[in-house]
């Protein structure tokens, strides 16, 4: 009785028993790098449907290495690209570090199944955006609880005795949290009685940056989009927008996916009193338009810089109207 079915991820692995039952002329997906591992169980229960035809479709095709573009290309076409081995042994960066040739290689194996399409060909209206990378200074009790995890594992910093991984990468995100926010320290926020007020900004250099900034956007009619990779520092942002009185939306990984909706929605509504909205990058960088948002503060990055660009492209997208600026 009908031509297509319109179905997510979630309900393809609920229902993946009726799905098998029929043999597909088409299959098109979107947010095509969902399925980047071929281990993950929705790329192994994508791979048994019967399909005449695959598409793709996705705005970051590699986000960490050439293995993933081998997964996809296996997707499309697993008779040509049957083994990984083969693939990774002819894309070995190893062998060509910094080369061209390996770019080229590249595009010459891709050009018969990529089409490429860059949003400056396709919307010509979409107003590149504006980057600004703003740099900040310590606060005081950021400086001393600085000290203090460097001071805790000195001998790993230095490099005395064997260099242990783990350790140094916890000690590098023990200083992450330390320039995010000192709060994010047990024992660091003064109290009891806990309060909400001034300290809350002046103890963090960031913080300080961001609220001059706010109150200038919002004067502007600017609606701000901010990306931190913590939960917990969307928390005090939260506390934040309570006591300054700053209407918000927020997204993380726990967020129900009804409570997900709702608040896009509410954010996106013609005349909405929300000002800010904010999301965790990895839960909110992925397939949402907050197109309505012209301003995107990306409060802490993320290593993989992808992430980051897919995270500015929540607003710098089809349907921006003003020019996008990136803090």
């Known amino acids: 009785e009908w031509d297509v079915c319109v179905t997510s991820y979630e309900m393809v692995i609920k229902e993946k028993s009726v799905f098998k039952k029929f043999n597909w002329r088409y299959m098109v997906i979107d947010e095509a790098h969902r399925i980047k591992n071929e281990k993950s169980k929705l790329s192994e229960i994508l791979r048994e449907f019967k399909t005449t035809n695959r598409l ?22 697993p008779d040509v690209f049957n083994s990984s081995d083969d693939f990774d042994s002819w894309f070995n960066t190893n062998s060509f570090l910094g080369d061209n040739q390996l770019v080229e290689r590249l595009h010459a194996v891709l050009r018969p199944f990529l089409l490429r399409r860059l949003k400056s060909e396709v919307e010509k209206a979409l107003k590149p955006k504006k980057e600004l990378k703003v740099y900040i200074g310590l606060s005081k009790m950021q400086r001393e609880w600085y000290t203090k995890v460097l001071m805790k594992d000195i001998d790993i910093v230095n490099g005395a005795g064997k260099i242990e991984k783990m350790r140094l990468q916890n000690i590098l995100m023990q200083l992450r949290k330390c320039c995010n926010h000192p709060y994010l320290f047990d024992g660091a926020e003064p109290g009891p009685p806990y309060t909400t007020d001034e300290h809350l900004v002046y103890n963090c250099g960031k913080m300080v940056i961001l609220d001059k900034l706010l109150p200038k956007l919002q004067a502007q009619d600017s609606r701000v989009l901010i990306f931190s990779q913590m939960t917990r520092m969307l928390d005090i942002l939260e506390d934040y927008c309570h006591w300054r009185n700053f209407q918000y939306c927020r997204l993380d990984g726990n ?67 003003k020019q996008v600026r990136v803090f």
């Open 255 to 321: 967020t129900a996916h009804e409570d997900r909706q709702r608040q896009i929605n509410e954010y996106n509504a013609p005349n909405s009193e929300k000002f800010i909205f904010m999301l965790s990058t990895r839960a909110g960088g992925l397939g949402i338009n907050l197109a309505t948002a012209d301003v995107v503060i990306i409060y802490d990055s993320d290593w993989n810089p992808q992430m980051d660009l897919q995270a500015m492209d929540r607003a710098h997208r089809i349907g921006q109207q």
């Open 56 to 77: 793709l479709l996705t705005g970051t095709p590699l986000q960490n290495n050439l293995h993933e573009l081998w997964s996809l290309l296996n997707f499309l076409l």
